[in-house]
């Protein structure tokens, strides 16, 4: 099977954060060892793309975001034989992209990958040290993840799951973050045993995927907090037991009165503030354990209550994504057998041209669950 895949290609283009992204005709990537090159049908918005936009996080620029997406494979790279991957394959494409060959990938912690963080994250580059991107003079374009804000980006292989033709090739592209990061903080930051109980600090597109996976996992209580009575409303229809507005009153008394004063088993923080880490401290029950999973704007610190941690027995167990390779077929499989609503959490779809506006929006908050730039509008 062969595919035409053009010289060059539309992408939403960071050069400077002051004037924010641009949307740029630039060359067409290819992919190398190990790699595929998947045509875009669609790339979520996520809040943590906020920090790069403002500054907050340093990346190198200019760049392309852009960190879970679906679409189809059109280019297979050399030294594929054993990943069964093909040209026509549909895909999503996970933001944690394992090398698979360091001490952690080898450990099965995906999550821990060293060269995804130290050459993606740090320098937006793949793992031969390089970027796939470039502009039609030739200057390297960094790489977030797989610079999934464009009309085709190249993903590593062991960061790609097939979907099946049931799953939807727009809304579908928020598995590999929102959906991901939800099941590697419910599945393995927490542990989650049936029977406990549960409460999940800010309801936006991570948030929701972990009321429904909780639900999934046994959950006998779920409460949702956050400051939108909207996206509450949201988070009840998707499993949630028990809501909280935290602009209204205090919520740990709350929290404590709907579980007979004794607080929740588990507490997911998935904002990265200061304020929403110590809601989240405040909501556990004796012996619980508190999962953050937000990313904070740059170097940020939270306080904890020390003697309240080390005599009531609490734990804090930082979740960044999931184990890829194990994690992301999981999810889809969820996805496909409907234990994840994943269709609903997608509230808004936005062109490529209008990625600048759209990232606008969810700055301000206006953005219920999750949207996602669709490549066909």
Not at 58 to 83: D, K, M, Q
Not at 197 to 210: E, K, L, Y
Not at 337 to 343: E, M, P, V
Request: aromatic share 4%.
């Amino acid at each position: 099977m062969s595919v035409s895949i053009p010289e060059t290609m539309k992408a939403a283009v960071l050069r400077d954060v002051a004037t924010g992204m641009q949307i740029e005709e630039i060359l067409t990537p290819h992919p190398k060892e190990g790699e595929v090159l998947v045509k875009v049908s669609a790339c979520g918005m996520c809040h943590s793309d906020l920090h790069v936009l403002g500054g907050a996080i340093a990346f190198p620029l200019p760049c392309v975001l852009g960190h879970e997406v679906a679409g189809e494979i059109v280019e297979v790279g050399p030294h594929n034989e054993h990943t069964g991957l093909k040209v026509g394959d549909r895909v999503a494409g996970a933001f944690l992209m394992p090398c698979g060959q360091c001490p952690a990938c080898a450990a099965g912690r995906d999550d821990l990958c060293g060269p995804f963080f130290d050459l993606n994250r740090l320098k937006g580059r793949l793992y031969d040290d390089t970027t796939r991107l470039s502009s039609k003079s030739g200057e390297p374009i960094w790489m977030y993840s797989m610079a999934g804000l464009a009309e085709y980006c190249v993903i590593p292989s062991t960061s790609v799951t097939t979907l099946s033709d049931d799953i939807d090739p727009v809304a579908g592209s928020i598995l590999g973050c929102a959906a991901m990061t939800a099941y590697g903080a419910v599945r393995r930051g927490a542990d989650l045993r049936h029977g406990e109980t549960v409460a999940v600090v800010a309801v936006g597109g991570v948030g929701s995927n972990i009321i429904q996976i909780a639900k999934s996992f046994g959950a006998r209580q779920i409460i949702a907090i956050d400051i939108s009575q909207d996206k509450l409303e949201d988070a009840r229809r998707l499993g949630a037991t028990d809501t909280v507005n935290s602009g209204e009153g205090n919520v740990r008394d709350r929290v404590f009165e709907l579980t007979g004063g004794r607080g929740v088993d588990v507490a997911f923080e998935v904002l990265g503030r200061p304020e929403t880490w110590k809601t989240a401290l405040e909501a556990l029950a004796d012996g619980g354990r508190m999962v953050p999973i937000g990313l904070g704007a740059g170097v940020q610190t939270a306080d904890v209550e020390i003697n309240r941690t080390v005599r009531r027995s609490q734990s804090i167990l930082g979740s960044n994504g999931a184990r890829t390779r194990q994690d992301l077929p999981e999810v889809v499989r969820m996805a496909a057998a409907g234990q994840i609503d994943y269709r609903s959490i997608v509230s808004r779809k936005f062109s490529l041209d209008e990625v600048p506006a759209g990232y606008e929006a969810l700055r301000r908050g206006e953005i219920r669950g999750r949207a996602v730039v669709d490549m066909s509008l």
